[in-house]
């Protein structure tokens, strides 16, 4: 099991920044890739950007240029630095995390995802 746990969200104007953290803990050795997904009102969730264990990064185009994601596997941290923003970022944003972990020596696969609760950014026009 891992437990993931977001903050640094809250209201910023147009063009402001905010920095995201998440916290991961529980069964950290078996966490792969990690990533920030985000939600609008009546929208699916998407995905924003994400990163390996081996730092390779991947972002949405909305957000690439402006956002970058980090992690510190040495603390278990995951952050999202968002810069630039802009009202269509509002959103509850959340940390995910995928597992996966050799169970036998067969080689079978144990994979999973997991998700915090969710931090609030909303940025004002």
């Known amino acids: 099991q891992v437990q993931l746990r977001e903050s640094g969200g809250g209201l910023v104007q147009f063009g402001g920044s905010l920095r995201l953290s998440c916290s991961a803990s529980?069964?950290?050795?078996?966490?792969?890739?990690m990533g920030w997904y985000r939600q609008a009102p009546g929208k699916e969730r998407e995905l924003v950007a994400s990163?390996?264990?081996?730092?390779?990064?991947n972002y949405a185009d909305s957000v690439r240029g402006r956002f970058t994601i980090s992690r510190d596997n040495t603390n278990n941290m995951m952050y999202l630095q968002m810069n630039s923003l802009k009202p269509g970022d509002t959103a509850v944003y959340y940390c995910?995390?995928?597992?996966?972990?050799?169970?036998?020596?067969?080689?079978?696969?144990?994979?999973?995802?997991?998700w915090g609760q969710g931090t609030q950014v909303t940025v004002s026009s």
């Open positions: 995910h995390a995928h597992t996966r972990k050799v169970v036998n020596v067969e080689g079978a696969v144990d994979e999973r995802d997991y």
């Open positions: 529980g069964s950290v050795s078996s966490i792969n890739a």
């Open positions: 990163i390996t264990r081996g730092a390779s990064t």
